[in-house]
């Protein structure tokens, strides 16, 4: 089923609707995205308790929902109708087309900068937050060629490579987008402030799915990395560990099928040890951008193909092993990462990348200390 595109802005209600469901718990991006493929936020708002019911909403979901007031989420309007901010819901026109194609894409984004950068042919650039000599300079070169070749870089505004690349990409002239673990209302991390103004005052944009006032934690930011895959063609690894969570991002890039590019390192080099696996499972090894833009333009043929076929998230199934985990994550008390991890015997990046997939589906919700599972699960 396609989404119909509304032709003018929402008002203020129907806006607040949209984050009304996107704070409402047990929610998540997928099943909130699957429930307005039957209806409008406008007519989820007017079904009756038994109608929710039906959907399989709780009765703590439903007296939520029917709680609803525009006057809650005020703050947050104010902020979108600060010039340069935008409140973008799912099913609105200058919603990232690839992004909205992807299964779990936030219900509603927020953006601070230029709007339309969003839709341009984007590569994702990643990698090491302590990078070495090396990894500096492929960042430098990549980003620079990719800029003149006139890629956005999408990245994560994380110290080391993520900071290289959105500064070579100004400092060349072109645009960049930083993808945020909190609300658009602090910069994280702090020494990053004047780069983010860069970006914006430059043509850039930062984004987030949080609302503006949230603080980073430590659980949004491989959350996130779902939004910087999803927005770019193709996702690129400079200096990865075995365990970095740029890892996670590469990973998120398969399975929204897009193409995912690694630069090789030396044998000795620790940080490189993630890249060489990702080569090893077919990523194609990259020298210069010349190594991306013969794949980028075979993938951009197909593109089209791809977003007439995978237009909205209806029917999604996810085959990752969901039953595995949930079996140890309890619903009556908070349950740490390294408990699910031991009692389920999967390493700890592999149960985080999990547990992020399983909160946009609304099964579980992420707490201080941890997890919970959801009534719904």
Known sequence: MRWKIPEQSLSQNELALW???????????????????????????????????????????????????????????????????????????????????????????????????????QLAVVGSRKPTQDGRDAALQLSRELVQHGFVITSGLASGIDAISHQTALQYDGQTIAVQGCGLAHIYPAKHRRLARQIVDQGGALISEFFPETLPRAEYFPRRNRIISGLSVGTLVIEAAEKSGSLITARYALEQNREVFAVPGRANNLNARGCHRLIQQGAKLVCDATDIIEEIGVFSRGMKHHEETHSGVEGVVSDLPFSRLLDNVRSDEVTSIDVIAATSGLPVQEVMTELITLELEGLVLSVPGGYVRTRSA
């Open 19 to 121: 984050l009304h469901l996107t704070n409402m718990p047990g929610i998540g991006p997928v099943k909130g995205a699957n429930l307005l493929q039957r209806y409008t936020v406008y007519e989820l708002s007017g079904c009756t308790g038994s109608q929710l019911t039906g959907l399989g909403w709780s009765e703590q979901q439903i007296r939520q929902w029917f709680a609803f007031s525009v006057e809650q989420y005020q703050p947050i309007l104010d902020w979108g109708s600060i010039s340069g901010h935008h409140i973008l819901p799912f099913d609105h026109p200058s919603y990232p087309s690839l992004l909205r194609n992807v299964a779990g894409a936030p219900l509603v984004l927020f953006i601070a900068g230029n709007i339309a950068v969003t839709d341009q042919v």
